[in-house]
Structures are given as C-alpha cells and as structure tokens.
C-alpha cells in the first residue's frame, strides 16, 4: 500500500498563492503517477493536475488557465501543487492520488478510478 498526506491548505484571500505538498510512504515504489484533484459539497470529484514519476510530463485541467503548476521531488516521494491568482471559485477539499498500475488509457490522468490510494485531503478556502 501507498500512504499519501497532503499539507499546505488555508485561507487566503482573493489573489494570494498557496502550495500544497503531498508526501507518500510505504510502497512508493508502486507509484507511477500522481494526481491532484479537488471536491467541494454536492459535487463530483474534479482533476487538476497530474504528473508522472518518470520523466517530465504534466497534464492540467482547462481552468487551471495556467494558475497552477505540479511539481515533483523524488527524493523525497513528494509533489507539490503550486496555486497562484487564487479565486473564490478554487474553493474546495483537495485531495491528492497516486496510479500504481500501468493500464493508463486515453486522458487516464481526470478519471478518479484510475488512482488507487488517495490521500485526506486538504481544505483551502478563498475569500473575496
């Protein structure tokens, strides 16, 4: 199994950045991939952004609009989810994931059944 912790939630205002890290342990080895997505109450889980072990691709979700940026440190089992020009509407949980299987499919990187442990997610709140 993968154990992953997020960190770096908050409150901000309108405009402010925040970077959030996610940190795995156990069988890191597993992991292929890792992901960001977010939730807020009532709504379906939403891709963010995703980034692979090996090499350097990174895939966003279409609002991201350039906002936000993932990043990796593989020493140190983490990726980081570097959020700038916050809005009200980046409200949410986010939680981050990782892919230990290689079965990737078509835009694999927005589905949340392609991950397989996730972690508790972290609440980052933007106020106007």
């Known amino acids: 199994q993968v154990q992953l912790v997020e960190s770096g939630g908050g409150s901000v205002q309108a405009g402010d950045s925040l970077r959030l890290s996610c940190t795995a342990s156990?069988?890191?080895?597993?992991?292929?991939?890792m992901g960001w997505f977010r939730q807020v109450p009532g709504k379906e889980r939403e891709f963010v952004a995703a980034i692979l072990w090996v090499g350097s691709n990174t895939y966003y979700a279409d609002f991201v609009k350039g906002r936000f940026t993932i990043s990796k440190d593989n020493a140190k089992n983490t990726v980081y989810l570097q959020m700038n020009s916050l809005q009200p509407e980046d409200t949410a949980v986010f939680y981050c994931a990782t892919k230990t299987t290689l079965n990737f499919g078509s835009r694999w990187f927005e589905n949340t059944y392609r991950y397989d442990y996730w972690g508790q997610g972290t609440q980052v709140t933007v106020s106007s």
């Open positions: 156990g069988r890191t080895s597993t992991s292929v991939a």
